[in-house]
């Protein structure tokens, strides 16, 4: 039986537009620190560093 409870569905926000893009779930268990993930921003129309909101 899988065990339910380590994974919660975080939002990324592009840190120039603060954009909600992507929907990511984070194993909390396995990632500690907060997403920081280098994404394409369609806002921004290039790759931006999108963060974790809380
Ligand atoms: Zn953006």
Redesign the pocket.
Known sequence: MAKVGNRQNKTLV?T??K?ENYRESKNVRNTTDRLELNKY?P??KKH?THKEKK
């Open positions: 592009c120039e537009c954009e921003c806002k921004c931006t």
